[in-house]
């Protein structure tokens, strides 16, 4: 069974510090990985995926993840983060075959506040 | 840029009480997906839906749980008999044949009283 790891529950950091934010996951086989990202009174949206090639993967708003499979890792990081970036921020992972139901499997999540 | 919608975006009920969350997935995919998020935990997968059949579902989904695609657009979760424990926010997703990624809802929050 595929399981998500998120190490950090509630981050605070100032206006133009750098954010990384841990995720592992468990899984035996190929998968495919992503971060999303919940902004308050929003639905979640699509940071970034890796599915293959290049393992440093560019997302939007500036966030970029790695993905570094002798230690089944996937962390997020900006090199300077906005207050707008206030927010949770999901890792998950599916399953990286065709066919079946691909589910998502999410991690418990990171909140983020960004202080002024 | 195409949208998943869902309606409403928050329901109450009493407890027994059968409620149907509804979904528009994006018009060109065809897998469906239901999870839910209760509050303050992970969000988890329910069920997944493709040509008109379950194709995955959890240990969550059970037999008070159905889901049905009634007509070419709309993509349903029924939930026969709510308990204080169903109430969660409920996110539909979707997504192409081609592609991993899912495109979610804004979810639907269900108060089960």
């Known amino acids: 069974a595929q399981s998500v790891s998120q190490h950090n529950h509630h981050v605070i950091l100032s206006e133009a510090a750098s954010l990384e934010l841990g995720c592992n996951y468990s899984?035996?086989?190929?998968?495919?990985l992503f971060w999303y990202v919940q902004y308050p009174g929003q639905h979640l949206q699509l940071l970034l995926k890796?599915?293959?090639?290049?393992?440093l993967v560019k997302g939007i708003k500036g966030f970029e993840a790695e993905f570094i499979k002798s230690k089944f890792s996937f962390n997020l990081r900006k090199p300077s983060v906005q207050w707008s970036d206030t927010a949770e921020y999901f890792c998950?992972?599916?399953?990286?075959?065709?066919?079946?139901?691909?589910?998502?499997?999410f991690g418990t999540g990171t909140q983020l506040k960004v202080e002024l | 840029e195409p949208e998943v919608t869902q309606t409403p975006s928050h329901q109450v009920t009493q407890m027994g009480q059968e409620v149907i969350l509804r979904c528009v997935p994006i018009?060109?995919?065809?897998?469906f997906y239901w999870y839910r998020q209760i509050l303050g935990q992970k969000v988890e997968f329910l069920v997944s839906?493709?040509?008109?059949?379950?194709?995955?579902k959890s240990e969550i989904f059970d037999d008070q749980f159905s889901v049905e695609r009634p007509d070419g657009s709309n993509f349903t979760l029924k939930i026969r008999s709510t308990k204080l424990e169903d109430s969660a926010m409920y996110f539909c997703?979707?997504?192409?044949?081609?592609?991993?990624?899912?495109?979610f809802g804004p979810g639907t929050r269900l108060t089960v009283t």
């Open positions: 018009s060109n995919h065809l897998y």
């Open positions: 890796y599915f293959s090639g290049d393992p």
């Open positions: 839906f493709y040509n008109n059949e379950i194709s995955e």
């Open positions: 899984y035996g086989g190929t998968v495919n």
């Open positions: 998950a992972v599916n399953a990286g075959v065709t066919g079946g139901g691909n589910k998502l499997t």
């Open positions: 997703a979707s997504r192409v044949g081609s592609s991993y990624e899912q495109y």
